[in-house]
C-alpha cells in the first residue's frame, strides 16, 4: 500500500479515488470481470459528501453522474460482479450480483478499505431472469435507512450517491431507473461460504476465510485456531448488531443468508422498516407471509444463518468431521448467551440502569408487555422515560405500578438522576425513520422530482438523539396507518 503521503498527491488529479482490489485476487470462481451497461441519460440525484469526504474523494470533482450510473469508470476500476448463494426464506439457490458491479476498493486518507458498488448497474451472468436494473424508489429508500442507522450508530453499508438513468424499468407499471452507489466494508456473506462450500472444493474455502481473516477479523487470523476464531469473531459480530436492531425496532424484512455480511454490517435494504407501536410479530414486507423475519425473530433467524455458515466452515475447523460438528455446534449454542447479555447491555441503557441488579431481566420485560397490551410506541415510549415527568406518560394504573418500581430500582444505584437521563438519552433516538416520513419523501422524488422533502428528512435523521432540541412534532409522531407494507428491492 503506498504511503498516505504519496497517496494524496495523485488523489488531487483523480478527485481522490484510489482504488485497490484484494476481492479480485481470490480464485476465478469467486468473481466475473464484467462492465456495468451504459444508461441512457445519467442524472446525479443525491450525493453524500461528508461520507465522500472520509472516502478521501473530493466531492466538487463527483459533481457530477456519469461514475455514479456505470457510464464512465472511475480511475482504477476493475469492475466485477461477485458470486454467492444463499437460503432465501430458508431454501438454498446458487445466486451473485444480479444488478451489481464492484468498482473496486477505495482506500481511505487513514488507510481503511470500503467497497464501492453500483446496484441496478444492469445484467450480469448472475441475473437469471432479472433485468439488472434498480428503480428509484427503492434505492432512495435504501440511501435513506442505511444513512439513519450509520447516524444510530449501528454497523451499516453507507450510500454515496444515487443517479437516474433516463430509462424506464418495467415493475409495477414502469418506473423511472436508478442505479445506488454502496460503500461497504466488503460484500462477503454467508452466502459467499455457503458458495465456496458447495462447489465443494477445500481450497477454494480456504482462500475465502483467509482473505475474510486477513481484512475483517486480524486477530482470529493469529489465533491457535484462525478458523474457529473466525466463526466465534462473526458469531460475535452477528450477536452485537442483532441486539442494536431490536433496541432501536429495525427489522431487516429479509434476513436470507446472502443478505447478512461477515463484516458484521447491517447489508441489502430491502423492505426494511422501523417499527413503530411495539409488537414483537411485527413485520412490514409484503412477501414474508408466514412472519419468519418478524421483529422478535431477528436474533433467532441469524443464529439459524448463523448455523448456515458454520456448516460451509467445517471441512476448516477440523479434519475429523464428528470433532467439527462439534466444534460447530458448541459456537452456534454459544450465540444465545452473548447476545441476550448485549441486549440486556442495551436496555439496561435504555431504563438508565447503571449498576445490574438480578431483577433487571424482569423489569424490562413487564415494561415491554406493558407496551405491547396498549401498542405504545417503541421510541416515544423511550424517549418520554428518558425525560422528567415521564409518570405523566400514561395514566394507566399498570403502567404508574411498574413507573414506581422503575424509579424505586434507580434509588439503589448511586448516580444522580442527570447521569441516569444521559445515558439514557444516548440510548433512545427521538428521531427514526417513521414510516409515513419516508412514504412521503419518496413520493416528493419519484412523483414530483421534489428532493426538499427527502433532505430535510435526512437532515433530520441525521442527529437522531437530539433530546434537548428536537425536531419538529412531524417527524416525531407514529405514521398514521399501522397497516404499512415494504416492497422487495425491486
Ligand atoms: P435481494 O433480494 O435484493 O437480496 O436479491 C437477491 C438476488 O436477486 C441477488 O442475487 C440479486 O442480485 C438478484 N436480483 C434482485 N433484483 C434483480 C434484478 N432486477 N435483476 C437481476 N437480479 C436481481
Ligand atoms: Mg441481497
Not at 60 to 71: E, I, R, T
Not at 464 to 489: I, M, N
Given at each position: 500500500m503506498?504511503?498516505?503521503?504519496?497517496a494524496?498527491?495523485?488523489?488531487?488529479l483523480?478527485?481522490?479515488?484510489?482504488?485497490?482490489?484484494?476481492?479480485?485476487q481470490?480464485?476465478?470462481?469467486?468473481?466475473v470481470?464484467f462492465?456495468?451497461?451504459?444508461v441512457?441519460?445519467p442524472k446525479l440525484?443525491i450525493?453524500n459528501r461528508?461520507?465522500?469526504?472520509?472516502?478521501?474523494l473530493?466531492a466538487?470533482?463527483?459533481?457530477h453522474?456519469?461514475w455514479?450510473?456505470?457510464?464512465?469508470?472511475p480511475p482504477g476500476?476493475?469492475?466485477?460482479?461477485?458470486?454467492?448463494?444463499g437460503?432465501?426464506?430458508?431454501n438454498?439457490?446458487?445466486?451473485?450480483d444480479?444488478r451489481?458491479?464492484l468498482?473496486g476498493e477505495q482506500?481511505t486518507?487513514k488507510?481503511?478499505r470500503?467497497?464501492?458498488?453500483?446496484k441496478?448497474s444492469?445484467?450480469?451472468?448472475?441475473?437469471?431472469?432479472g433485468?439488472?436494473?434498480?428503480?428509484?424508489?427503492?434505492m432512495?429508500r435504501e440511501?435513506?435507512?442505511?444513512?439513519a442507522?450509520?447516524?444510530?450508530?449501528?454497523?451499516?453499508?453507507?450510500s454515496?450517491?444515487?443517479?437516474?438513468t433516463g430509462?424506464?424499468v418495467?415493475?409495477?407499471g414502469?418506473?423511472?431507473?436508478?442505479?445506488?452507489?454502496?460503500?461497504?466494508?466488503?460484500h462477503?456473506?454467508?452466502?459467499t461460504?455457503?458458495?465456496?462450500?458447495?462447489?465443494?472444493?477445500?481450497?477454494?474455502?480456504q482462500?475465502?476465510?483467509?482473505h475474510?481473516?486477513?481484512?475483517?477479523?486480524?486477530d482470529?487470523?493469529?489465533?491457535?485456531?484462525p478458523?474457529?476464531?473466525?466463526l466465534?469473531?462473526v458469531i460475535?459480530?452477528?450477536?452485537?448488531?442483532?441486539?442494536?436492531w431490536?433496541h432501536?425496532?429495525?427489522i431487516?424484512?429479509?434476513?436470507?443468508t446472502?443478505n447478512m455480511?461477515?463484516?458484521g454490517?447491517?447489508?441489502?435494504y430491502?423492505?426494511?422498516?422501523?417499527?413503530?407501536?411495539?409488537?414483537?410479530?411485527?413485520v412490514f414486507?409484503?412477501i414474508?407471509?408466514?412472519?419468519?423475519?418478524?421483529?422478535g425473530r431477528?436474533?433467532?433467524i441469524?443464529q439459524?444463518?448463523?448455523?448456515?455458515?458454520?456448516?460451509?466452515?467445517?471441512?476448516?475447523?477440523?479434519?475429523?468431521?464428528?470433532?467439527?460438528?462439534?466444534l460447530a455446534?458448541?459456537a452456534?449454542?454459544?450465540?444465545?448467551?452473548i447476545y441476550?447479555?448485549h441486549?440486556?447491555t442495551?436496555?439496561r441503557g435504555?431504563?438508565g440502569?447503571?449498576?445490574?441488579?438480578g431483577?433487571?431481566?424482569s423489569?424490562?420485560?413487564s415494561?415491554?408487555?406493558?407496551?405491547?397490551?396498549?401498542?405504545?410506541?417503541?421510541?416515544?415510549?423511550?424517549?418520554?422515560l428518558?425525560?422528567?415527568?415521564s409518570?405523566?406518560?400514561s395514566?394507566?394504573?399498570?403502567?404508574?405500578?411498574?413507573h414506581?418500581?422503575?424509579?424505586?430500582?434507580?434509588?439503589?444505584?448511586p448516580?444522580?438522576?442527570e447521569?441516569?437521563?444521559?445515558i439514557?438519552?444516548?440510548?433512545?433516538?427521538?428521531?427514526i425513520?417513521?414510516?409515513?416520513?419516508?412514504?412521503?419523501?419518496?413520493?416528493?422524488?419519484?412523483?414530483?422530482?421534489?428532493?426538499?422533502?427527502?433532505?430535510?428528512l435526512?437532515?433530520v435523521?441525521?442527529?437522531?438523539?437530539?433530546?434537548v432540541q428536537p425536531?419538529?412534532?412531524?417527524y416525531?409522531?407514529g405514521?398514521?396507518?399501522?397497516?404499512?407494507?415494504t416492497?422487495c428491492?425491486?
Amino acid at each position: 500500500m503506498p504511503s498516505p503521503e504519496s497517496a494524496s498527491s495523485t488523489r488531487s488529479l483523480t478527485a481522490g479515488w484510489h482504488l485497490e482490489h484484494s476481492y479480485a485476487q481470490l480464485p476465478e470462481a469467486f468473481h466475473v470481470a464484467f462492465q456495468p451497461t451504459p444508461v441512457r441519460q445519467p442524472k446525479l440525484v443525491i450525493l453524500n459528501r461528508a461520507l465522500a469526504e472520509s472516502l478521501g474523494l473530493d466531492a466538487a470533482q463527483l459533481d457530477h453522474a456519469s461514475w455514479f450510473s456505470g457510464n464512465d469508470l472511475p480511475p482504477g476500476a476493475q469492475p466485477l460482479a461477485q458470486a454467492y448463494a444463499g437460503h432465501q426464506f430458508g431454501n438454498f439457490t446458487m445466486l451473485g450480483d444480479g444488478r451489481a458491479i464492484l468498482l473496486g476498493e477505495q482506500i481511505t486518507p487513514k488507510g481503511q478499505r470500503f467497497d464501492i458498488q453500483l446496484k441496478g448497474s444492469g445484467q450480469t451472468p448472475f441475473s437469471r431472469r432479472g433485468d439488472g436494473r434498480a428503480t428509484l424508489g427503492p434505492m432512495l429508500r435504501e440511501y435513506i435507512i442505511s444513512e439513519a442507522m450509520h447516524a444510530l450508530g449501528i454497523p451499516t453499508t453507507r450510500s454515496l450517491a444515487v443517479v437516474t438513468t433516463g430509462e424506464l424499468v418495467r415493475r409495477d407499471g414502469m418506473l423511472p431507473g436508478a442505479v445506488l452507489t454502496r460503500v461497504a466494508a466488503s460484500h462477503i456473506r454467508v452466502g459467499t461460504f455457503e458458495y465456496a462450500a458447495a462447489r465443494g472444493e477445500q481450497a477454494l474455502l480456504q482462500a475465502l476465510a483467509d482473505h475474510t481473516l486477513q481484512r475483517h477479523y486480524p486477530d482470529a487470523a493469529n489465533a491457535a485456531q484462525p478458523y474457529l476464531a473466525l466463526l466465534q469473531g462473526v458469531i460475535e459480530r452477528q450477536a452485537a448488531l442483532i441486539a442494536r436492531w431490536q433496541h432501536v425496532g429495525f427489522i431487516h424484512g429479509v434476513m436470507n443468508t446472502d443478505n447478512m455480511a461477515l463484516s458484521g454490517e447491517t447489508i441489502d435494504y430491502g423492505p426494511c422498516a422501523f417499527m413503530e407501536a411495539y409488537d414483537p410479530a411485527t413485520v412490514f414486507s409484503s412477501i414474508d407471509h408466514q412472519g419468519r423475519y418478524a421483529y422478535g425473530r431477528q436474533p433467532f433467524i441469524a443464529q439459524w444463518n448463523l448455523a448456515r455458515f458454520a456448516e460451509a466452515l467445517l471441512p476448516l475447523l477440523d479434519p475429523v468431521e464428528e470433532k467439527a460438528v462439534e466444534l460447530a455446534n458448541d459456537a452456534i449454542i454459544g450465540f444465545e448467551p452473548i447476545y441476550k447479555q448485549h441486549w440486556l447491555t442495551g436496555m439496561r441503557g435504555k431504563l438508565g440502569l447503571l449498576t445490574e441488579e438480578g431483577d433487571d431481566l424482569s423489569l424490562i420485560d413487564s415494561l415491554l408487555k406493558w407496551m405491547q397490551e396498549t401498542q405504545a410506541d417503541f421510541t416515544n415510549t423511550f424517549r418520554a422515560l428518558s425525560s422528567p415527568g415521564s409518570a405523566s406518560l400514561s395514566a394507566d394504573p399498570d403502567f404508574l405500578a411498574w413507573h414506581q418500581r422503575w424509579q424505586e430500582r434507580l434509588t439503589r444505584q448511586p448516580q444522580t438522576a442527570e447521569a441516569v437521563q444521559e445515558i439514557m438519552r444516548c440510548h433512545n433516538p427521538v428521531a427514526i425513520p417513521r414510516n409515513h416520513k419516508v412514504e412521503e419523501a419518496l413520493t416528493a422524488a419519484v412523483e414530483r422530482e421534489d428532493l426538499g422533502v427527502l433532505e430535510r428528512l435526512l437532515a433530520v435523521l441525521a442527529q437522531p438523539y437530539e433530546h434537548v432540541q428536537p425536531p419538529p412534532e412531524e417527524y416525531l409522531a407514529g405514521s398514521p396507518s399501522g397497516d404499512y407494507q415494504t416492497f422487495c428491492g425491486t
